[in-house]
């Protein structure tokens, strides 16, 4: 039971990594390998290049992210939720996120974290509220950016590759086509050592015969759909990652040489986003502003 609950640590730092640790240095796939084309209809990579554009260009943007995780060993089942309500603004950059964490009763029952950040004469601050105290702390942008809807999103758009047209659905109330594409495991690996991502996982691996920088490697693909509405902005996005977290799951059973099944019953991130250039403006709390200062 005790290496059971070390592989759901383990297991949420990856999606914990996996959702807000994309940054900006981290491209791997074909941003500037755009060529004419003599077709006037637009391609899918090119409609999806175009919603990516979009979204980095807007000035402000109001996300809501799920993620549900489900593993099974012994014939003990742990089911964890966590749902985060993001709105931020650039120029000057502002950030505000409300994650709730409901990991079951076994590993803690729910809890809620409120996050905050700006900027102020280049001068980037992180506020953050666990478990009713305040504390804020100054940090480099660079890791700020891990937070940033866009360049997240942007990121994983950069990496997906084969896209095809999947019909029409309603998102946020109004229709947006939806575009089926996959990640590899190669290009997610790329991602990850380029973000710096993986320098996460090295406490969570001490004493053990594995390596970050190869975990990743030979993992299978993530499929992934994004859904872009009429003015060509990506209000929704989906990554099922079941298949290729067992992959990681099992290489730590084998390297622990554990004999007992682990199974991923699901892995899934879903996002969705509205209010581009238009998301509700926010004030960070005067008792965060008067919060100790973090070394």
Same mark, same amino acid.
Not at 14 to 19: A, E, G, L, N
Not at 225 to 241: F, G, H, L, R, T
């Given at each position: 039971?005790?290496?059971?609950?070390?592989?759901?640590?383990?297991?949420?730092?990856?999606?914990?990594?996996?959702?807000?640790?994309?940054?900006?240095?981290?491209?791997? #796939?074909?941003?500037?390998?755009?060529?004419?084309?003599?077709? &006037?209809?637009?391609?899918?990579? @090119? =409609?999806? +290049? %175009?919603?990516?554009?979009?979204?980095?260009?807007?000035?402000?943007?109001?996300?809501?992210?799920?993620?549900?995780?489900?593993?099974?060993?012994?014939?003990?089942?742990?089911?964890?939720?966590?749902?985060?309500?993001?709105?931020?603004?650039?120029?000057?950059?502002?950030?505000?996120?409300?994650?709730?964490?409901?990991?079951?009763?076994?590993?803690?029952?729910?809890?809620?974290?409120?996050?905050?950040?700006?900027?102020?004469?280049?001068?980037?601050?992180?506020?953050?509220?666990?478990?009713?105290?305040?504390?804020?702390?100054?940090?480099?942008?660079?890791?700020?950016?891990?937070?940033?809807?866009?360049?997240?999103?942007?990121?994983?758009?950069?990496?997906?590759?084969?896209?095809?047209?999947?019909?029409?659905?309603?998102?946020? #109330?109004?229709?947006?086509?939806?575009?089926?594409?996959?990640? &590899?495991?190669?290009?997610?690996? @790329? =991602?990850? +050592? %380029?973000?710096?991502?993986?320098?996460?996982?090295?406490?969570?691996?001490?004493?053990?015969?594995?390596?970050?920088?190869?975990?990743?490697?030979?993992?299978?693909?993530?499929?992934?759909?994004?859904?872009?509405?009429?003015?060509?902005?990506?209000?929704?996005?989906?990554?099922?990652?079941?298949?290729?977290?067992?992959?990681?799951?099992?290489?730590?059973?084998?390297?622990?040489?554990?004999?007992?099944?682990?199974?991923?019953?699901?892995?899934?991130?879903?996002?969705?986003?509205?209010?581009?250039?238009?998301?509700?403006?926010?004030?960070?709390?005067?008792?965060?502003?008067?919060?100790?200062?973090?070394?």
């Amino acid at each position: 039971m005790k290496f059971f609950n070390k592989l759901i640590s383990l297991a949420m730092v990856i999606v914990m990594m996996f959702s807000i640790a994309a940054c900006g240095g981290g491209n791997s #796939g074909g941003e500037g390998e755009e060529t004419p084309q003599e077709s &006037t209809a637009p391609t899918p990579e @090119e =409609v999806v +290049k %175009a919603a990516e554009n979009n979204m980095r260009e807007a000035t402000s943007i109001e996300s809501n992210m799920t993620m549900d995780m489900a593993m099974t060993s012994d014939g003990q089942t742990v089911n964890m939720k966590t749902n985060m309500d993001m709105v931020s603004f650039t120029d000057p950059m502002k950030l505000k996120m409300d994650m709730t964490m409901d990991m079951g009763e076994q590993l803690g029952g729910t809890q809620t974290i409120q996050f905050y950040a700006d900027e102020t004469d280049g001068a980037m601050t992180m506020y953050m509220n666990m478990m009713g105290n305040w504390y804020k702390q100054n940090v480099p942008e660079e890791q700020l950016a891990q937070y940033d809807t866009k360049e997240n999103l942007s990121t994983y758009l950069d990496s997906s590759t084969g896209f095809t047209e999947a019909g029409t659905e309603q998102v946020n #109330g109004e229709d947006a086509t939806k575009y089926d594409g996959v990640i &590899t495991g190669s290009q997610m690996n @790329e =991602v990850l +050592k %380029a973000s710096g991502a993986l320098d996460d996982l090295e406490p969570m691996l001490a004493g053990t015969d594995l390596d970050a920088s190869t975990i990743y490697e030979d993992l299978p693909d993530i499929t992934m759909s994004i859904w872009i509405n009429a003015e060509q902005y990506p209000v929704k996005y989906e990554m099922d990652m079941t298949a290729m977290m067992q992959g990681l799951m099992d290489k730590v059973m084998a390297t622990a040489q554990q004999e007992q099944a682990l199974t991923v019953d699901a892995m899934k991130i879903s996002m969705t986003n509205k209010n581009f250039n238009n998301a509700a403006d926010f004030e960070i709390p005067e008792e965060a502003k008067n919060a100790t200062q973090m070394q």
